[in-house]
C-alpha cells in the first residue's frame, strides 16, 4: 500500500519491517552491593557449583549471563492483534564499559 502511492510497483507483499528490534541501553541506575560476590569464571568452572545447579536448581549458576532479571512486557504501544510481548527488559549487573 506505502510503495503504490508512490507508484512503486510491488513484487511481493512482505511484512518488511515488523519484526523491527532495537537494543536501548541506559546507565542511570548504579550503586554498590555489599558483601556482594560477582560471577567469576573460577565458579562457573568450579565442579561442586555445576553438581550443586545439575541437582537442586541452586547456586551462581542460576544468573545467566550476568541478567539478574527479565521480563517480557506489553506496552501501550503494542498491536493489540499480536499474541506476545512487544517488549524485553534485561536487568544485568554489568555495563558496555565492564571487564
Not at 510503495?3 to 541506559?26: E, S, Y
Not at 573460577?42 to 557449583?49: A, D, E, S
Not at 503494542?78 to 536487568?91: A, F, G, S
Request: aromatic fraction near 8%; hydrophobic fraction near 35%; charge should be negative.
Amino acid at each position: 500500500e506505502h510503495l503504490r502511492k508512490f507508484g512503486i510497483p510491488v513484487v511481493a507483499d512482505l511484512p518488511v519491517g515488523d519484526n523491527l528490534q532495537d537494543h536501548v541501553g541506559t546507565a542511570s541506575l548504579n550503586f554498590e552491593a555489599k558483601d556482594a560476590e560477582p560471577l567469576l569464571l573460577r565458579q562457573v568452572t568450579n565442579p561442586f557449583n555445576l553438581r550443586e545447579f545439575v541437582k537442586n536448581g541452586t547456586g551462581p549458576l542460576t544468573s545467566f549471563s550476568g541478567i539478574e532479571g527479565m521480563a517480557y512486557v506489553n506496552s501501550k504501544y503494542q498491536n493489540p492483534k499480536l499474541d506476545w510481548p512487544d517488549l524485553e527488559i534485561h536487568l544485568a549487573s554489568g555495563s558496555p564499559a565492564s571487564d
